[in-house]
């Protein structure tokens, strides 16, 4: 796994308005302690995140076994803000809609997805996402 090298003080990637350590970082840390994300909203804030500080271990182990891919690689990317529009779960599914702002060979981007995610042993992972158009 990459170093993490963000500070725990410093504010999340995921624009939370909390510092690291309140936020995804205690996630990140989590998956070598058994702490996991509580709600897909927070798993979802976490992956984006671990994209941001290049985590790709905590990636592949946030993503459900049945849609990971078996490899990841970061393409390089910056990533700028995060808005999450909406997340609603209901038993174990759950949804989050956000818009991910970033900047790609020098020219700015918003992904806007809807993501799905299942809860399976008392653990909340990502199952994919549907994108929708440029915005």
């Not at 979802?44 to 182990?61: E, K, P, T």
């Not at 990971?68 to 599914?93: I, N």
């Amino acid at each position: 796994m990459k170093k993490n090298l963000h500070p725990a003080h410093a504010p999340c990637p995921c624009d939370s308005g909390q510092t690291y350590a309140e936020c995804c970082g205690q996630w990140h840390k989590g998956m070598d302690a058994g702490g996991y994300a509580p709600t897909p909203e927070a798993l979802m804030r976490s992956r984006y995140s671990g994209y941001v500080l290049g985590l790709l271990d905590y990636l592949l182990f946030t993503w459900h076994p049945s849609t990971a891919p078996g490899d990841l690689e970061l393409s390089p990317v910056k990533w700028l803000g995060l808005e999450v529009r909406s997340a609603a779960e209901a038993g174990d599914a759950g949804i989050v809609e956000f818009v991910a702002r970033c900047r790609d060979s020098g020219k700015a981007q918003r992904m806007h997805e809807t993501s799905r995610f299942v809860r399976q042993d008392g653990r909340w992972y990502y199952i994919d996402g549907q994108m929708h158009g440029a915005e």
